[in-house]
């Protein structure tokens, strides 16, 4: 089956003082996605937002609403996602002490489940869960901050998911995060990802024209 290729800009590099404006421009221009990332100060360095801000934006688009949960024990919290406009849930397997449990509950909530895995972490955490995923989330840096450099091994990593996902026969969406851009999008692409986090990338002084560009070369690959 071939995948739908998509980019998800993430509001982590938005301008905080007129974020309802921000989103419009991007998403106004062809994205389906706004990736949200949330971060306690515990799983990660920083700490970005939560709930109000989320819920504040919610009525500003339709596209979907992408949760990145980067926050120590996520199942505190995922009803609330929910109850504020979530329609994916990103949880770090890092985080969760019982990730099986974790994403059954996100799927409770009817949206989509995703997990993440940090670049230390082998795709062999996803072994006995991976049938349940709308989606895995490889971060191609370490999370926690936007403007980092891609690490390259990953490359190889998202190649491997690829292969698992097929085998299996599995209808998975692979997101890359972490240091997309010009210089590294036609990598992750023709390694098997399809969905795009693009912050520092994205959020720059023609916002609508790097949706723009990103959006096209996105079309010139196929996933499947
Ligand atoms: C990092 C976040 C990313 C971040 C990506 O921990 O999960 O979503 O916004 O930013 P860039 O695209 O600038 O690396
Ligand atoms: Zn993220």
Do not use: W
């Not at 009803?79 to 994403?103: F, N, Q, Y």
């Not at 795709?123 to 980092?148: E, H, K, R």
């Not at 998202?158 to 990598?187: P, S």
């Amino acid at each position: 089956m071939e995948r739908k290729n998509v980019l998800a800009p993430s509001i982590l590099s938005a301008d905080f003082r007129c974020l309802g404006e921000d989103i419009q421009r991007v998403t106004k221009a062809g994205a389906e996605y706004l990736h949200i990332d949330v971060m306690d100060g515990m799983f990660v360095p920083s700490i970005s937002f939560g709930m109000p801000v989320i819920k504040s934006v919610r009525d500003v688009t339709d596209c979907v609403f992408d949760v990145h949960l980067m926050i120590e024990n996520p199942d505190r919290y995922l009803e609330d996602m929910v109850k504020c406009g979530a329609d994916s849930i990103t949880v770090h397997a890092e985080a969760a002490k019982h990730l099986h449990r974790t994403i059954q509950s996100i799927k409770s909530l009817g949206v989509r489940a995703g997990v993440a895995l940090n670049p230390a972490t082998p795709l062999s955490a996803l072994d006995y869960v991976l049938p349940d995923l709308d989606m895995v989330l490889l971060m191609t840096v370490n999370p926690g901050f936007g403007g980092q450099k891609y690490i390259p091994a990953m490359t190889e990593k998202i190649r491997t998911l690829r292969m698992k996902a097929k085998e299996q026969g599995l209808n998975l969406d692979i997101e890359v995060d972490g240091g997309i851009n010009d210089d590294t999008i036609r990598t992750v692409l023709e390694a098997g990802a399809n969905i795009c986090v693009g912050g520092s990338a994205v959020f720059n002084e023609d916002r609508e024209g790097s949706v723009r560009k990103y959006l096209s070369i996105m079309a010139e690959y196929t996933t499947y």
